[in-house]
């Protein structure tokens, strides 16, 4: 027992205790953002990636979106970046991408659950 309470017998096991911390924390927030985007991107296989590719250059049937969060960003209405995408995916008749038609599907607000719409805009975003 004495051995045990020794704190030179502790030592080896900051480094652990600290690592465990670490890991406690970035699952509470570093790794909630990573999963919102890997959700997001799963989203986006699911019901976009039919349409649009994330390579640069790579038209399906809409404008590739490698990129897009910058557009979104260069876009001159009072949006913030998140919110010019969000319009897109829930009014994408609002604004047309020059050289496309009008041929994205209009009922994504009813589509998705708000939690999947969330992470895909993390997931876009992540498209810079
Ligand atoms: C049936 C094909 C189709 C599907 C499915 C589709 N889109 Fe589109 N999308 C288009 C077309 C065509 C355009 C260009 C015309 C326009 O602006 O509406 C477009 C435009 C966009 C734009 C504007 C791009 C830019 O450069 O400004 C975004 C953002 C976008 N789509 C995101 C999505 C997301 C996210 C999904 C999935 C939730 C999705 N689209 C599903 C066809 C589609």
Not at 19 to 27: D, K, R, Y
Not at 91 to 107: C, H, R, T, W, Y
Request: aromatic share 4%.
């Amino acid at each position: 027992m004495r051995e045990l309470l020794n704190p030179c017998n502790l030592r080896p096991m900051k480094p652990f205790v600290i690592s465990a911390l670490a890991a406690a924390v970035m699952a509470a927030c570093g790794g909630g953002v990573t999963d919102d985007i890997a959700r997001g991107q799963q989203v986006f296989s699911q019901n976009c990636a039919a349409c649009h590719s994330v390579s640069s250059g790579v038209v399906i049937v809409g404008p590739s979106l490698a990129g897009v969060a910058t557009r979104a960003a260069a876009n001159d209405d009072e949006l913030l970046p998140r919110e010019v995408l969000r319009r897109s995916i829930l009014s994408p008749q609002a604004e047309i991408v020059e050289g496309f038609k009008n041929l994205m599907p209009p009922d994504f607000e009813r589509k998705l659950v708000e939690a999947d719409l969330e992470a895909l805009l993390s997931y876009l975003m992540t498209l810079q």
